[in-house]
């Protein structure tokens, strides 16, 4: 069955340290891959994708993520944390089969201390 | 700019009664997707639609319908509101065109049913 698991729930980092979210998923072919940021009582942005090619994928807001198909992974990461990043964010899996449904993981609440 | 509205942002309403959410979306994309979001649930999907008259379960379905009369809107009702229905949710649509099926989200509407 296709899943994506965000196996940590909620993340606290202090501002200025690196950040990693984790995913994995689980398809059967290499699907297309998404994160998704929602900040309070905000509806989801789109970070970043990924469809092919380069397996270092940029995003807007610094953030970037590593594709890893021998991992089945699609970790996020930023390299310095900026108290406005607290939020939640979404994994996503996108099917590559034409029918442009997602599956998305359970989220990672982040925690930015000052 | 184009955009994709939802209305009401909140709403609170009783057992039994019937519901509409509206959505609203200004791409001019076929597809439109309704999803509901719960902790430890992440986004999970309850109808989708790739084009006027088509609509298709998600995987949450059961107390929900949805109709498509034009491309622009995507009325999500609840035909006897439950308790269980209390949650937030969201509307997002995307261009039904190759690889790109990046979603848009709308702002989201808090639904309480008491």
């Known amino acids: 069955a296709q899943s994506v698991t965000q196996p940590d729930i909620h993340i606290t980092v202090s501002e200025g340290a690196s950040l990693e979210l984790r995913c994995n998923y689980s398809y059967g072919a290499t699907p297309y891959l998404f994160w998704y940021v929602q900040s309070p009582g905000q509806g989801l942005q789109l970070l970043l994708k990924?469809?092919?090619?380069?397996?270092l994928v940029q995003g807007i807001k610094g953030f970037e993520a590593e594709f890893k198909r021998s991992q089945s992974s699609f970790n996020l990461r930023k390299p310095s944390v900026h108290w406005s990043d607290a939020a939640e964010y979404f994994c996503?899996?996108?099917?590559?089969?034409?029918?442009?449904?997602?599956?998305f993981g359970t989220g990672t609440r982040l925690k930015v201390l000052a | 700019d184009a955009e994709i509205t939802q209305s009401p942002r909140h709403k609170i309403t009783e057992t039994g009664r019937q519901v509409t959410l509206a959505c609203h979306q200004t791409?001019?994309?076929?597809?439109m997707f309704w999803y509901r979001q719960d902790l430890g649930h992440g986004l999970r999907l309850i109808h989708y639609?790739?084009?006027?008259?088509?609509?298709n379960k998600g995987e949450v379905s059961d107390g929900y319908s949805v109709s498509r009369s034009n491309t622009e809107d995507l009325p999500l009702t609840l035909e006897s509101a439950a308790s269980s229905q209390t949650s937030v949710y969201f509307c997002a649509s995307s261009v039904a065109s190759g690889n790109n099926n990046e979603q848009f989200f709308g702002p989201g509407t808090r639904l309480t049913v008491l």
């Open positions: 996503a899996v996108g099917s590559t089969s034409g029918t442009y449904k997602y599956i």
């Open positions: 639609s790739y084009g006027v008259q088509d609509t």
């Open positions: 791409w001019n994309h076929n597809n």
């Open positions: 990924y469809f092919s090619g380069d397996t």
